[in-house]
């Protein structure tokens, strides 16, 4: 590609007359990005949350090139194919019990709007029609007009406001004001007849990396199940490892009646997501009359190439790969220690493999101009690090090394003297 060449692409998230050239990747390589310039770039936030076992793992790389060859695409209506039977059981085994059905689509996005659609389906079809949704305050839940309306307002959604719908919404469980969420969520249970109260179990991502006890996710749980309110987990992000355990809702004991899996569920080499269900969520929409049809698709819904990523990276899973999630953890829980308490900073954190801490800064927020000065600068320290706002945070692949989860504090440290 010739430099001054103006490429015609429009990018995700950017703001194309304030950013300069696309950083161009030519090779991923575990924890490493390889540029066309001949850099090696540290991926300290996983490609935005997706790589799991590290760039082009080899036993995920063969099995795509192996179904690519025998089958990589059928529709899925009337249809089915070995991976992705091989998928649906193995995610049964290892996901919470008491989710009977899976179905298949193919971002994260999509794998809420067919939560929320199952839900209301639900309720449909057992003739107690319900539509209202309870949602915690700062969530993400993808970028579509469906997962906009059940996730935080502002900036980011402002101009399509008017075609966004409504729903009850619940402050997020601060530290010390924890019942404050929970007495909302029961009264938003007891008063409006909701469908569903969706939430990211115990870090709320693209909202600020905010974390909050299993305890109040438990306790959140015990609520909408006494109020006969459906409990859809979105683990799109927490998903696969990031919190400590295979899946958030573990580390709470909850079994949601919907959980939404995506981002690292190919390990994060092609898009494919589940939507994972009750029996008797499936058991409302199973009958003899047609109009009862779960009406959902996308065209690629469990393309078999993505699914034989799937397949390779639950066969990861099952060979218990803990003991390297657990080293992650405590490299993270090393580096981010003498952080606390350092006073350019506030909200040192950490859950899992995740760190996060807010650089002090007099005008912050996700706008802030800091929030692209620090990519800047870690950029030209060859560190794939994108700060939301002053929330500087580190979500790296399982494979990264110490010392390269070392170089990667030790320009934050630099960072927060250079721009703090
Ligand atoms: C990323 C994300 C989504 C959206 O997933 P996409 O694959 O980007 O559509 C939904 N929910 C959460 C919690 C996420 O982090």
């Not at 950017?14 to 390589?29: I, P, S």
């Not at 007009?145 to 502002?154: E, F, H, P």
């Not at 994060?268 to 499936?282: H, K, N």
């Not at 990861?316 to 999630?325: F, G, K, V």
Request: proline letters at 5%; hydrophobic letters at 40%; aromatic letters at 10%.
């Amino acid at each position: 590609m010739t430099p001054t060449k103006k490429s015609p692409i429009w990018h995700p998230f950017t703001q194309h007359a304030l950013h300069g050239e696309m950083t161009e990747v030519v090779r991923g390589d575990g924890a490493y990005l390889y540029t066309a310039d001949g850099r090696r770039i540290i991926d300290a936030i996983s490609s935005w949350w997706v790589v799991t076992h590290g760039h082009c793992h080899p036993l995920i790389v063969s099995a795509i090139q192996k179904q690519a060859e025998k089958l990589n695409q059928i529709i899925f209506a009337g249809h089915t194919h070995e991976p992705a039977e091989e998928v649906a059981a193995l995610l049964l085994n290892l996901a919470p019990c008491g989710l009977d059905y899976v179905f298949f689509s193919d971002s994260g996005s999509t794998s809420v709007e067919v939560a929320l659609k199952m839900a209301l389906g639900y309720w449909h079809n057992i003739g107690q029609p319900r539509t209202r949704i309870v949602v915690m305050q700062h969530s993400y839940h993808g970028d579509t007009v469906g997962t906009m309306s059940v996730g935080a307002r502002g900036v980011f959604n402002a101009a399509y406001q008017p075609l966004l719908f409504d729903v009850s919404s619940v402050p997020f469980p601060e530290s010390g004001h924890e019942q404050a969420t929970l007495d909302s969520l029961e009264a938003a249970c007891r008063n409006e007849n909701p469908a569903a109260f969706i939430v990211e179990p115990l870090i709320l991502g693209a909202g600020g990396m905010r974390m909050y006890p299993a305890c109040v996710l438990k306790e959140m749980k015990r609520i909408c199940e006494a109020s006969n309110v459906l409990f859809i987990a979105d683990e799109v992000m927490t998903g696969w490892g990031r919190t400590g355990t295979l899946f958030a809702c573990e580390q709470a004991g909850v079994s949601p009646d919907i959980a939404c899996y995506s981002k690292g569920l190919t390990g994060g080499s092609l898009p494919l997501a589940v939507t994972l269900c009750r029996a008797d969520i499936f058991d409302a929409h199973y009958s003899k009359d047609r109009t009862r049809t779960f009406f959902h698709s996308s065209s690629y819904t469990a393309n078999p190439v993505a699914c034989a990523a799937a397949k390779a990276n639950l066969d990861l899973w099952q060979n218990r790969p803990y003991a390297s999630l657990a080293s992650v953890v405590a490299m993270q829980e090393q580096e981010i220690e003498p952080f606390r308490g350092d006073a350019r900073f506030k909200n040192v954190r950490q859950i899992g493999t995740i760190t996060a801490l807010d650089l002090k800064v007099p005008d912050g927020g996700y706008l802030a101009g800091i929030g692209p000065q620090l990519q800047a600068f870690f950029s030209g320290r060859n560190l794939l690090l994108r700060p939301l706002g002053n929330t500087i945070y580190v979500m790296p692949p399982y494979c990264v090394t110490a010392a390269d989860l070392h170089e990667v504090y030790a320009a934050i440290n630099e960072a927060a003297d250079a721009l703090g």
